[in-house]
Each structure stands twice: as C-alpha cells, then as structure tokens.
C-alpha cells in the first residue's frame, strides 16, 4: 500500500569506512560497525524514530518530529564522541544529513525528493557533522537544540 506522508529523514553514514576495512581488516571494521549500530539504534527508539533501513554502515530514519530528527542526530553524534574518547582503538566518524518534506512510504520504504535531497545533504557531512535542510531549520525554529 502507498501513502503520502511529511516526514523528516534521517540519514547517517560512517566516514571512511572503505579504509577503516582495508587497514583494520574485515573483522575488525565489522566489530566496530555493529557498535555504531547499537549505539544509534539507541538513540532512535529513545527520539521516537523509525528505522526505515540500513545500507552497509548507514541507516535511512524518519521521523514525525523535525525536532525530535535534530535531538536524535545531537544524541548520535555525542554518544559516538563518548564511544570515541573511552575506545580509541574503534574510533568510527559519521556524517549525518536532515530534510523535512513529504515522502511516498511503500512497502516499509520512503521514496521522493524530500528523501533524496536528505540523501544528498548527508553525502556532504564530514565526520561529526550534522547537516540540515532549511526547511527543518524552519520547522525547528531557532531555538536551541540540546
């Protein structure tokens, strides 16, 4: 069945993972992904996210909430940054990019150009880094997000 919904997409991908398995080696770079997976499958359920799919080290989320999208990308990235500082030897960078629009949801996917566009701003986030669309910064507001 097809719908039509405004939705904010999520999308987050691991920088540098193509290196980070051809220099620590598959096993490793896999043990590493699985911990990055833990940790932003947490902060999903606790934003009210849903998981729409994951494509080898990113994940596709969307969420009702424009608000609730930027507080769950903040926490992802802050959880990962403690990850970091108490595990320097698994150390894992993700980009993470937001659009606000409406989306096609079909068969448990998202389709459209709010979702492409979401695509395409988290494919210019460097590690760390929390792109977003100027509609969600119009939808937030200015106030701050924690």
């Known amino acids: 069945m097809t719908s ?11 920088v540098g993972s193509t290196s980070l398995r051809t220099g620590r080696g598959d096993a490793a770079a ?4 699985h911990v990055h997976n833990e940790l932003v499958r947490h902060q999903i359920e606790q934003h009210s996210g ?4 994951t494509i ?10 424009a608000r609730k999208a930027v507080e769950c990308a903040v926490a992802v990235q802050r959880a990962l940054e ?3 500082r108490r595990h320097p030897d698994q150390q894992v960078q993700v980009g993470i990019g937001l659009n606000t629009g409406e989306a096609i949801r079909e068969e448990g996917d998202l389709f459209g150009s709010a979702v492409d566009a979401a695509a395409r701003i988290m494919a210019k986030a460097e590690g760390g880094q929390i792109l977003v669309s100027e509609t969600v910064r119009a939808v937030i507001g200015s106030a701050a997000v924690p």
């Open 4 to 14: 039509t919904d405004t939705v904010t997409v999520l999308f987050t991908d691991v």
């Open 30 to 33: 896999q043990e590493i992904i």
């Open 50 to 53: 849903q998981e729409v799919k």
């Open 82 to 84: 403690e990850h970091n």
């Open 56 to 65: 080898g080290d990113s994940f596709m989320v969307a969420f009702a909430s």
